[in-house]
């Protein structure tokens, strides 16, 4: 029978009791990660002249030093949310990660405020690969794609929502007369990381573990830490290709958005300010209405009888944009380059969505959060360390001018789009069967 055309099949598992109060909680949860990632940024500055730091040194403290640790990371601590209560590695996640960005406000020098960060990323890298786990556990699979997006579209909103609360808790923090004596900078890292204990607490109150649905009886026999590879490789005709072509297409999103503000300086001589607002307008509507609405037309496909819908949006997500945001960079029209950003915006940000989605609905419940902690593996080392450093690189090596940014994304775009398009394309009939197979 061809699965490309099998309804997908569901067990009516049990509702689980307060689901949509759970799934506020993990979103308000993932906002005060959010913020306590990048609040550094916004008080890098005063931050630099304050400890001294060099450009090096805070670049490793905003870049690599925290991707690169939340990304691997991710992977030892899914095994323990596929293993235990996943409630109560959240609780430790969250408690970690705000003791660390409270003790960033007394950091004396380089070496003592990397620590910090350095248990800020292991402490977040807990809360994604929990959080789908438990969507995947408390909704039934054709009634996911709602609340995993509703999650994930938290930390579009917030990417630029913690430098408005980042910018509007230093700016009180310059003027408050409750510790006269401590610097600015360090009250607003003190102060960021209070919200997270208020919810720890809420947390640990109200909400319940949820019951595993065991979707497959070998489940149990091989969820332990060998588990993961052996599904890997027994699936490796789609894991491959997905895993290839989510990266390419996280390293040419991280690009496009780490210099937009900058094409938009160079190319058409806006302020920096004129320019971040006008990539913040277009962008954050169009990234929120694409989070939201493109998982929901995979579930409408998959409902309709395509398991391999998610492959299908995942596609759209790329052959979209691709061309748009070429022709924006290479066109030398102000109009068509915010146009492109649009555009771009409203699908590359939503396969980080849909990937995920993707890896909740293939596995099994015992290695869900493991295989989402692999997905958010790729997508943070593509995205962050080859992204923009490689963009930068080209635009240095290779070309020339106040266009030569542009003319490296757009070269990255046009190597990166086909190949991406080709391997989510390979990996879609695989991925459809995998689908029919789960049966949660």
């Known amino acids: 029978m061809n699965e490309q055309s099998t309804p997908l099949q569901y067990v009516e598992s049990k509702v689980h009791a307060g689901r949509w109060y759970a799934v506020g909680c993990l979103i308000i949860f ?17 931050v630099t002249q304050s400890l001294g730091l060099s450009n090096t040194q805070m670049g490793l403290l905003l870049g690599a030093g925290f991707a ?15 293993k235990g209560n996943r409630t109560r590695v959240i609780l430790a996640g969250v408690l970690l990660w705000s003791l660390m960005t409270a003790a960033s406000a007394f950091t004396a020098d380089f070496t003592t405020l990397i620590i910090c960060r350095a ?61 006269p004596s401590m610097e600015p900078w360090r009250f607003t890292l003190f102060a960021v990381s ?7 607490l809420i947390f640990a109150l109200t909400v319940r573990e949820p019951a595993r649905v065991e979707s497959q009886p070998i489940q149990q026999k091989a969820s332990g830490v060998d588990a993961l590879l052996p599904f890997l490789t027994n699936n490796k005709s789609m894991f491959i290709p997905f895993f290839i072509s989510t990266g390419l297409i996280s390293s040419l999103t991280l690009g496009v958005i780490s210099w937009a503000p900058t094409l938009l300086i160079r190319l058409h001589e806006l302020t920096a300010s004129h320019a971040s607002f006008v990539f913040g307008s277009v962008g954050l509507p169009a990234s929120v209405l694409g989070t939201l609405s493109l998982p929901w037309l995979a ?5 309709a009888g395509r398991p391999d819908g998610i492959l299908l ?31 771009c915006m409203m699908f590359l940000p939503s396969i980080s969505v849909l990937t995920c989605l993707a890896m909740q609905m293939i596995s099994p419940s015992r290695l869900r959060a493991r295989t989402v902690a692999v997905n958010l593996l790729v997508i943070n080392l593509f995205g962050y360390t080859v992204g923009p450093f490689l ?14 940014i542009a003319m490296a994304l ?17 990996a879609r009939r695989d991925f459809g069967r995998l689908m029919s197979s789960q049966k949660d």
């Open 30 to 46: 993932y906002a005060i990660s959010m913020v306590d990632r990048f609040i550094l940024s916004a008080v890098a500055q005063p």
């Open 119 to 179: 248990g800020v990323a292991i402490g977040e890298a807990v809360l994604t690969p929990a959080a789908m786990s438990l969507i995947g556990d408390m909704f039934q699979r054709k009634e996911r794609a709602l609340p995993t997006s509703f999650y994930m579209a938290t930390g579009n909103v917030m990417a630029t929502g913690a430098f408005l609360i980042g910018g509007a808790v230093y700016q009180y923090a310059g003027a408050q007369q409750l510790f």
């Open 68 to 82: 690169v640790l939340y990304a691997v990371a991710g992977i030892p601590v899914a095994y323990l949310i596929d």
């Open 313 to 343: 949006m995942l596609l759209v997500c790329v052959v979209i944009p691709i061309p748009a945001i070429i022709i924006g960079l290479v066109a030398g029209k102000y109009w068509l380059l915010v146009a492109a950003f649009a555009v």
């Open 410 to 426: 757009a070269t990255m775009a046009a190597f990166i789009g086909p190949c991406a398009v080709i391997g989510f394309f390979i």
């Open 194 to 200: 209070l919200p997270g204990f208020l919810m720890v």
């Open 391 to 404: 963009s930068g690189v080209l635009a240095d090596r290779v070309f020339t001018g106040p266009s030569a």
């Open 299 to 303: 579930n409408k496909l998959q409902k």
